[in-house]
C-alpha cells in the first residue's frame, strides 16, 4: 500500500464518527460519559460485569463508552488489535514496563530516551529491576548490549534529543530471537508517520498530551499492542493501579485527532524549513532532524517514516550553559516551555547549568537546543531564530 493512500486511511479514521452518529442519534461529536458507574436492571447481569470488565461499562476505573472511541481509532491508526487510554504519558508507560518485568530482569534501552522515563527505571531498581543504555543506535551493538536476564528493549525512534533512528524491524527480530518484548515510545512521529507494531514491536507507547491532543489542554497516554498482552494489562496495571484517562479529557482527544492528519501536515511544512534554516546558519554546529538529506538516518527513515513532525535540536558552535541561556532568553516567537505538539512554538535545553558532565557522559552537546516547531507563520519562526542567534 502506498504512503500517500495509507494517510488518506488514517485521515477517515481521524474524521470519521459515522458509527458514533447511530449510536448516539446522530451526534456529531459523541457525548461525554462523565458518570462514574453504570447500574444494571438485575443481579445476575451485574455479576457478569463484574466477571468480564473489559467487555462490560461498569466502573469510571475500567470502561467508558467516550473513551472507547478514542482507543478503537488509536487501534486503528497503529494497526494495533486493542489499546487502553491512561491519565498520562507516564502512566502508560509505567504500565507497559510494570507489565512486562518481575524482580531480577533486566531493560534494555536503546540510546536517548524521555527524562522521566529513565527516572522511572531507576525508581525500579528499588524492586531489584536493573536497565542499562546502550547509546548506539546500531542492531549489531544492541546484540551485543542484551543480557541473559534482559526481558525488555525499551526505544524511542527517533531518540529523544539526538533524533537518531533505530531500525525497527531488525531490533524487533533480533528481541523475538530472543525471548525479548519491545516497547516503543512513539510519540514524535504519531500513528500517521510511523506504524511500529507494522515492524514487529510489541508494545506503542503515545503521549496523548502532544501531537495526538495538539491543543496543550489535554494530559493522557496510550498504549497499543495484542490482545493478549492487553487482557493481562487491563486486569493488572490497567484496574489495579487506577491511572485512567478522564472522559472529559477523551473528548479532548477526540476534537484533536479530528484534526491530526491536517496539523501534522503543517508542523513537517514547518519544520524543515527551520531545520534547513539552522543548518545554514554559522553559528550553528549540527541540526538533529531526520527530515534533513544530510542526517545520517535519513535513509532509514525513508524506510520507517512517512512523515517528519516539528520536534528537533541543534548544536551551539559555543557548546556552553551561558551561549545556550543567550539563544533561549533572546527568542521571542518561542517560548520556553516544555512539551512538544501543539499550535506554539516551544524552546527548552538539556543544559541545566550544572549537569554538563551528565550530558557529555550521555553524548549530548551542552550546546544542545531544542526545539518544538508550532504552527505559526514559519517566516517569523526563522527571523526570531535570526535574531537570537546574532553575535
Known amino acids: 500500500m502506498s504512503h500517500i493512500k495509507e494517510f488518506e486511511i488514517d485521515k477517515q479514521i481521524c474524521m470519521q464518527f459515522e458509527e458514533d452518529r447511530e449510536r448516539f442519534s446522530g451526534a456529531d461529536v459523541p457525548p461525554t460519559f462523565q458518570n462514574t458507574l453504570f447500574t444494571y436492571p438485575t443481579l445476575d447481569e451485574l455479576s457478569e460485569a463484574v466477571r468480564s470488565e473489559k467487555q462490560h461499562y461498569l466502573y469510571g476505573r475500567g470502561t467508558n463508552p467516550t473513551i472507547e472511541i478514542v482507543e478503537k481509532k488509536l487501534a486503528a491508526l497503529e494497526r494495533g488489535e486493542e489499546c487502553k487510554t491512561?491519565?498520562?504519558?507516564?502512566?502508560?508507560?509505567?504500565?507497559?514496563?510494570?507489565?512486562?518485568?518481575?524482580?531480577?530482569?533486566?531493560?534494555?534501552?536503546?540510546?536517548?530516551?524521555?527524562?522521566?522515563?529513565?527516572?522511572l527505571l531507576k525508581y525500579l531498581g528499588k524492586f531489584n529491576i536493573s536497565h542499562s543504555v546502550?547509546?548506539?543506535?546500531?542492531?549489531?551493538?544492541?546484540?551485543?548490549?542484551?543480557?541473559?536476564?534482559?526481558?525488555?528493549?525499551?526505544?524511542?525512534?527517533?531518540?529523544d534529543m539526538s533524533y537518531r533512528l533505530v531500525d525497527l524491524p531488525a531490533v524487533s527480530k533480533l528481541a523475538k530471537m530472543n525471548g525479548i518484548r519491545t516497547i516503543i515510545d512513539n510519540t514524535w512521529a504519531t500513528p500517521l508517520f510511523q506504524k511500529p507494531l507494522t515492524h514487529g514491536i510489541d508494545i506503542v507507547v503515545h503521549s496523548a498530551s502532544k501531537y495526538l491532543g495538539g491543543h496543550s489542554d489535554v494530559l493522557g497516554?496510550?498504549?497499543?499492542?495484542?490482545?493478549?498482552?492487553?487482557?493481562?494489562?487491563?486486569?493488572?496495571?490497567?484496574?489495579?493501579?487506577?491511572?485512567?484517562?478522564?472522559?472529559?479529557?477523551?473528548?479532548?482527544?477526540?476534537?484533536?485527532?479530528?484534526?491530526?492528519?491536517?496539523?501534522?501536515?503543517?508542523?513537517?511544512?514547518?519544520?524543515?524549513?527551520?531545520?534547513?534554516?539552522l543548518e545554514s546558519h554559522p553559528h550553528v554546529a549540527k541540526v538533529h532532524f531526520p527530515g534533513l538529506e544530510t542526517h545520517s538516518d535519513y535513509l532509514l527513515g525513508k524506510k520507517l517514516l512517512t512523515g517528519y513532525s516539528g520536534l528537533m535540536s541543534f548544536e551551539l558552535r559555543e557548546a556552553h550553559y551561558r551561549q545556550v541561556e543567550k539563544v533561549v532568553n533572546k527568542l521571542k516567537a518561542f517560548k520556553?516551555?516544555?512539551?512538544?505538539?501543539s499550535f506554539e512554538s516551544l524552546v527548552s535545553s538539556p543544559n541545566l547549568s550544572n549537569n554538563e558532565g551528565q550530558l557529555l557522559r550521555e553524548h549530548i552537546s551542552p550546546g544542545t537546543i531544542r526545539l518544538a516547531v508550532g504552527l505559526e507563520d514559519v517566516n517569523v519562526l526563522i527571523d526570531d531564530l535570526k535574531q537570537s542567534l546574532m553575535d
Not at 543506535?137 to 534482559?150: G, M, W
Not at 520556553?336 to 505538539?341: A, E, L, P, R, Y
Open 134 to 159: 546502550v547509546y548506539s543506535t546500531n542492531t549489531e551493538v544492541i546484540s551485543q548490549a542484551i543480557q541473559s536476564n534482559t526481558k525488555v528493549i525499551l526505544l524511542e525512534s527517533p531518540t
Open 86 to 119: 491512561f491519565a498520562s504519558g507516564m502512566a502508560a508507560i509505567t504500565g507497559a514496563i510494570i507489565n512486562s518485568v518481575q524482580s531480577g530482569d533486566h531493560i534494555l534501552c536503546v540510546s536517548h530516551l524521555y527524562y522521566s522515563t529513565m527516572e
Open 336 to 341: 520556553i516551555g516544555v512539551s512538544f505538539g
Open 221 to 277: 497516554g496510550a498504549l497499543i499492542t495484542s490482545k493478549k498482552i492487553m487482557k493481562s494489562i487491563f486486569d493488572k496495571e490497567y484496574l489495579l493501579m487506577g491511572a485512567v484517562m478522564p472522559p472529559s479529557e477523551a473528548t479532548l482527544l477526540l476534537r484533536g485527532l479530528r484534526t491530526l492528519p491536517l496539523r501534522l501536515l503543517a508542523h513537517q511544512e514547518n519544520a524543515l524549513k527551520v531545520a534547513a534554516f
